[in-house]
């Protein structure tokens, strides 16, 4: 039998290969162990079943949701592609004990993945994962068949999606963004966010043009994440067809990136600091920023500046959703384009993402281009770079402690400052510049992360952290 890991979110592997109907039914069967095994107060024994645009995704879902109800646990399955907040929307209102998203997010598109979320709609804790580790196998798979189920009322197949809507747009100033006629792109990168800006905004003054919506298991050939490799095709669009604001989602629509309206790259980087800023100055906001390790040191100038605490947390959306269930969390935000929002799940959410970035402009009133300009202004330029790079797993503990051990005397032209070593190592230089080195939870690379106040100088980092890996 496959040996099944539950990585930073969730459990995933190639299509066919291990990625099976029968290995999706074992960890389906485990889940369903742990959680009869462990109900939480409050909760209901229910569980909300959602699935992607990937290959055989649906078929993958309505196993799961089979496996569950023939476990006693009366299942929403969702009847058509539907973004992944909504399945995290739907758990916590429905006060269900835990929820299933059958998604690979943005992996390539042989792979597919069994996303957790446990009852406060949030992905389940490294802690939950491993627990469900330890119960595969330890007991045969209870299944029965779904049209069986749906006429017991053991299963309901129902669309999730309104209530997700309908909260956002009490989660927003939905009035404000209704008469602000901005005129707004969405590249859907053929993920379950097509159509979900046009449904939102449908008879508002908004106009939406939805880019690469169509729905394709191959993603139109790319990898349907939102970098700057993957929107040559809205780029050309947006050249020659200008709009207010472009905005990215990703394949399962949790995460959000960005262009302006002439198909110029905007970061995540750039759209969590234009989010802050928005959430303080315009919303009057107050309470912690959590960012992850690897998201730009702009924010950390803007919190001391607006009085924020902030939090620092290991790389992976759980972290900065375990400080989003302590409370007094104004923003939580990582490099990837998760943003999560008090007040709505402790989770990121691609499509709140973007209705609060089209509340910025419509209070604003102005473009993006000037927003970030004044940010620069206030905040100095900061520029980040990424590679990834293969390097054995054999020798990553080495080369971390040694990293540890003989940390640069100083980055570029700046003494260092400080080293945090809890998820990688982080080497940060006095004038704010850092460069980070990171193994994958999963495969045999190294993420090396860096940023200074060039480009030029974020890339001179990135080669002293290649560097680095060849002394061990």
């Known amino acids: 039998m496959s040996q099944i890991k539950f990585g930073t979110d969730g459990w995933r592997a190639v299509i066919a290969e291990d990625f099976t109907f029968e290995n999706v039914a074992r960890v389906a069967q485990a889940t369903a162990d742990y959680w009869s095994a462990n109900p939480v107060a409050g909760t209901q024994k229910k ?33 058509e592609p539907t973004p992944t907040p909504s399945v995290s929307f739907a758990v916590k209102q429905e006060k269900a004990v835990g929820g299933v998203m059958i998604t690979a997010s943005h992996n390539p598109p042989i792979f597919n993945g069994f996303k957790l979320k446990s009852h406060y709609g ?68 053929f993920g379950v966010g097509a159509g979900c800006f046009e449904q939102l905004l449908a008879g508002t003054t908004c106009r939406v043009t939805t880019l690469n919506g169509a729905a394709d298991p191959l993603f139109g050939g790319i990898n349907p994440e939102p970098i700057i490799q993957n929107y040559a095709r809205s780029q050309a669009y947006l050249k020659k067809h200008p709009h207010d604001i472009c905005l990215v989602t990703d394949g399962d629509a949790d995460r959000v990136g960005g262009l302006d309206g002439r198909g110029n790259y905007l970061s995540t980087h750039q759209l969590i600091c234009l989010l802050l800023r928005h959430m303080v100055v ?26 924020l605490p902030l939090t620092e947390t290991s790389v992976g959306f759980k972290y900065i959703c375990a400080e989003m269930l302590k409370g007094g969390v104004l923003l939580g935000a990582e490099e990837s384009g998760g943003i999560g929002f008090p007040g709505h799940v402790p989770e990121r959410d ?9 509340e910025m402009l419509a209070t604003e009133k102005t473009s993006v281009n000037k927003l970030l300009a004044k940010l620069e202004q206030e905040f100095g330029p900061h520029q980040y770079d990424r590679i990834d790079t293969h390097f054995p797993l054999e020798k990553r503990a080495a080369l971390m402690e040694f990293c540890k051990a003989n940390p640069p005397a100083k980055l570029l032209r700046s003494p260092l400052a400080d080293v945090k070593a809890f998820d990688g190592v982080k080497f940060i230089a006095a004038d704010g510049s850092w460069l980070m080195l990171r193994g994958s939870g999963t495969e045999p690379i190294l993420r090396i992360y860096a940023e200074a106040k060039s480009l030029a100088d974020a890339r001179k980092l990135l080669q002293l952290g290649v560097g680095l890996t060849k002394r061990v």
């Open 47 to 79: 569980v909300v079943v959602g699935y992607d645009r990937r290959f055989f995704s649906d078929r993958f879902a309505q196993i799961s949701a089979e496996v569950f109800a023939g476990n006693g646990f009366q299942v929403i399955l969702t009847p």
């Open 122 to 189: 949030g992905s389940s804790d490294s802690e939950t994962c491993k627990a469900i580790e330890s119960h595969l196998d330890r007991s045969p798979v209870r299944r029965a068949a779904l049209g069986d189920l749906v006429r017991a009322k053991r299963v309901a197949v129902r669309d999730i999606r309104p209530a997700h809507y309908a909260a956002l747009k009490r989660l927003v100033d939905f009035k404000l963004i209704a008469k602000s006629k901005l005129r707004f792109a969405h590249e859907a990168l």
């Open 282 to 307: 315009n919303r009057g906001g107050k309470g912690r920023m959590v960012k992850a390790l690897t998201t730009t040191s702009m924010v950390d100038k803007m919190c001391a500046a607006y009085g």
């Open 350 to 358: 691609g499509i709140a993402s973007g209705l609060f970035l089209l």
